[in-house]
């Protein structure tokens, strides 16, 4: 039930969006420049806009944000702190493209890694992180995809730890997930918001490829590439007024392009919707008769409602659904009925209503049990 609660949840949460998002996209459609793209409010997940968001395209260093990902929860968990030398193993040695020029045996701290892994992009830096976790780069990507899996990103496919492979795809909504997850480890945002930094007592510099780190008001990070098959990426997140944005741009085919589309999606968001959550009147949560059950009518009550985000001026309804009896036995937890929550007349999304109470079915014994009971009152 909870399972196609949740399938329920993100239909209608995408259906809703394409029905009542204004996409400001529309006003770029004579543009020269291709690219799919995703707005997301990071607190509910709500989709508020994007071009072709669910095309599964080459993803090429935003791969990296997997790595990062799963580095970030081996810290959580305890396997490493983030000043935990690691040794560079000699595949680290041997990679190319964008590197901190790792030698074998070297050791440097998971955090020193990780700025390298997410300023410099560098994939010396993802190789040793992934073999220190799971003792193989093969074992590392079954993890990744594992990962992806469990964060909803089903479209998702990694091949690598790097993203130097063509073969790592993904989808603009689904890099959107992956980023809502990455913000939840808050220790992370002063490497995604930094645009230049030294490792090495100053001996090696890196320079982020994401340049809004450097000017956009509110900028949480996270990370920019730019390859052959997946042409220029951006993943960026903000936050202002208490309101967290999300967009991601794949597959465009100008440099600095990915930028201006970035910032006004991100813009759309801020100006466009809000973060809310819905309430409804319990006095319509009335108890619902329990037909040949050992009380005559069991108590409701419903999980909590989820914070979502509206457009500016909607109005948001509710509407409290109940049959009028159901048949004993009843189990604690046992879904009865539903609320459904509208804009206008769109279904958002539908919170459970559920038995707050065990109700034992009624049978001879206990029928006579009763009886006797109310006899000799």
């Avoid at 998971?110 to 193989?136: E, M, R």
């Avoid at 730019?226 to 100008?254: F, K, P, Q, W």
């Avoid at 206008?344 to 919170?351: A, G, P, S, T």
């Amino acid at each position: 039930m909870k399972h196609r609660f949740c399938c329920i949840f993100i239909i209608t949460l995408l259906t809703w969006s394409i029905l009542f998002s204004t996409s400001v996209l529309a006003e770029d459609s004579g543009s020269v420049h291709h690219y799919a793209s995703a707005l997301m409010e990071a607190e509910s997940g709500t989709l508020l806009d994007g071009r072709d968001s669910d095309v599964r395209l080459p993803v090429g260093s935003l791969t990296k944000l997997m790595t990062v990902y799963l580095t970030a929860e081996a810290v959580e968990t305890g396997r490493f702190t983030l000043d935990t030398e690691l040794s560079a193993p000699p595949s680290a040695q041997e990679q190319s493209g964008a590197v901190i020029w790792l030698v074998s045996g070297e050791q440097m701290s998971v955090q020193d890694l990780l700025k390298g892994v997410i300023i410099g992009n560098a994939n010396d830096a993802a190789v040793t992180l992934a073999l220190q976790i799971a003792g193989s780069v093969s074992e590392f990507v079954g993890e990744m995809n594992a990962a992806a899996f469990s964060l909803g990103m089903k479209n998702t496919r990694f091949t690598d730890c790097t993203g130097r492979s063509d073969e790592n795809i993904s989808t603009a909504h689904e890099i959107a997930l992956l980023c809502r997850a990455l913000l939840d480890y808050e220790w992370l945002t002063p490497i995604f918001t930094t645009w230049r930094e030294f490792l090495r007592d100053g001996k090696t510099e890196l320079v982020s490829e994401n340049t809004l780190t450097r000017t956009y008001e509110g900028i949480l990070g996270l990370k920019a590439g730019h390859g052959d098959a997946s042409g220029y990426t951006l993943a960026a997140a903000a936050e202002r007024n208490g309101m967290r944005c999300i967009t991601v741009i794949l597959g465009c085919d100008d440099e600095s392009e990915r930028f201006t589309y970035g910032k006004k999606l991100l813009a759309h968001g801020f100006s466009d919707f809000y973060v809310t959550t819905p309430s409804f009147s319990t006095e319509f949560l009335r108890p619902v008769t329990v037909a040949h059950g050992m009380s005559q009518s069991v108590n409701i009550r419903t999980d909590a409602l989820l914070s979502i985000a509206a457009p500016l001026g909607a109005e948001l309804t509710s509407i409290v659904v109940l049959p009028e009896y159901t048949e004993a036995p009843v189990r604690i937890g046992q879904q009865l009925g539903i609320v459904g929550i509208y804009c206008d007349d769109c279904l958002l999304y539908e919170v459970p209503l559920c038995a707050d109470e065990e109700i034992p079915r009624r049978n001879f014994r206990n029928s006579f049990a009763v009886l006797l009971e109310n006899l000799f009152k």
